[in-house]
């Protein structure tokens, strides 16, 4: 058995691995702690989600591991055989497996001694760290052992030809038209985290995808309508506030990338690399990503992401006023020279009136927050008077100023009531 190029495998790994895991690592186990907080959840019952985020990010990245170590293998000349994938490629997959294995268990340690979290609660999400590590385990022995099962065959059958004359040459492959195209497959199961009030119209999206391309070879033509028919589901989703943006897009989140990915792999009659993609629906999965489909995807989510802001915002808004009408109404003269608030009654100048019902327009409008810049164009274009700065205004009546407090955004004022 020859050996693998260690430093060339090495160089590979840290070409494709650093630093995009680092912090592809760190992001996903910031949204679950603070998905955490925002429920209101006791850390030690994120540390479960925890482990779990980690073993998906192995997963993701496993196909990486795999395409180093088979380049590597290949420079030399060498060919992919079934002790290839035993000898060679199954350790350094379980190498990998092993120290991620470990950072986990650190990551959990480190968090529960900064928490003060005691064993009470640590060891559970250990013990479910080290089950979910051997079911995991167990799953990649099985893969590729299938891998290698299937290669030892096609090595016996090789080596029973001899005088016959070769085969014809059947190109398989996602994408690639042959004579004997197999039937496009819908994925028997939704990716994990994909949204529960989406699976039933999803499900009738995909089958009515493959029912328009049959077809393998139609693959990215099929995730290519998936992309455009998920749309508007995924931007309701982002607006009601069931996914956030940016799990809409990214992998291993239960958005549009899982998706597509699982209708490659589904798909995938290409070489196979056992764990991964064959190079060719790699491929596929990249065109779908740079299709006009995905660039209209992002730019929906962008804008869905804009409208829930907003729809927070008039929401809060709207909570705002119905407190603040309860704690007292706000009334004012036909011209705003007087205005009672809270019980309290304010007798105004001219431009302190006007500054007043700019404030109060803006407030009715579900827009409190005015700039400074624009209440001082708008009193200067009534007024022939001139000045730069607002609390002018009130200086002949500092009382009124109470009236007046500054907004949330730099530079901005609102009435406070």
């Known amino acids: 058995m020859k050996l693998l190029d260690e430093r060339l495998y090495t160089l590979k790994l840290q070409e494709a691995l650093v630093p995009r895991m680092h912090r592809d690592t760190q992001q996903r186990r910031h949204r679950v702690l603070s998905h955490q907080r925002e429920i209101g959840q006791r850390l030690e019952g994120a540390l479960h989600k925890l482990v779990d985020s980690d073993i998906s990010l192995i997963r993701d990245y496993i196909p990486d591991v795999d395409r180093a170590c088979r ?9 992919i055989t079934a002790e290839f994938i035993r000898n060679v490629l199954v350790q350094r997959i379980f190498n990998f497996i092993a120290a991620r294995e470990g950072d986990s268990r650190g990551n959990l340690e480190t968090l529960a001694r900064r928490r003060g979290i005691g064993g009470t609660h640590l060891t559970p999400a250990l013990h479910h760290l080290v089950h979910s590590m051997s079911h995991f385990k167990s799953e990649v ?57 989406l699976k039933a119209r999803t499900a009738v999206i995909l089958a009515e995808a493959v029912r328009k391309f049959q077809y393998q070879t139609q693959t990215l033509e099929l995730c290519r309508h998936v992309i455009s028919e998920m749309i508007p589901l995924f931007c309701e989703a982002v607006t009601t506030g069931t996914m956030k943006a940016s799990m809409a897009l990214e992998e291993g989140l239960g958005g549009m990338g899982d998706l597509l990915r699982s209708l490659v792999v589904y798909n995938d009659d290409g070489p196979r690399t056992g764990w991964g993609l064959s190079n060719e629906a790699y491929r596929l999965q990249q065109e779908a990503r740079k299709s006009d489909e995905w660039l209209r995807l992002a730019k929906a989510i962008v804008e869905a992401e804009s409208s829930r802001a907003q729809n927070s915002a008039n929401a809060a808004t709207k909570v705002e006023n119905k407190a603040n009408t309860a704690a007292g109404p706000f009334t004012h003269s036909e011209d705003y020279r007087t205005v009672s608030v809270r019980g309290e009654t304010y007798t105004l100048t001219l431009q302190q009136a006007q500054m007043i019902e700019i404030l109060h327009e803006a407030y009715k409008n579900g827009t409190p927050e005015v700039s400074i810049a624009h209440i001082l164009e708008r009193l200067e274009k009534k007024s022939e008077r001139n000045s730069s700065r607002w609390q002018d205004t009130f200086k002949s009546n500092p009382k009124a100023k109470a009236l007046v407090e500054s907004g949330i955004r730099k530079g901005t004022l609102r009435l406070k009531l």
């Open 71 to 79: 380049e590597t293998w290949l420079s030399d000349g060498n060919p």
């Open 141 to 197: 022995t099985t893969r590729y052992e299938i891998e290698a099962i299937e290669l030892s065959k096609t090595e016996s059958r090789a080596r029973m030809v001899t005088q016959a004359p070769p085969p014809p040459r059947e190109v398989g492959g996602l994408g690639i038209t042959h004579s004997h195209a197999k039937p496009t497959q819908i994925p028997p199961d939704f990716p994990m985290y994909f949204p529960k009030e």
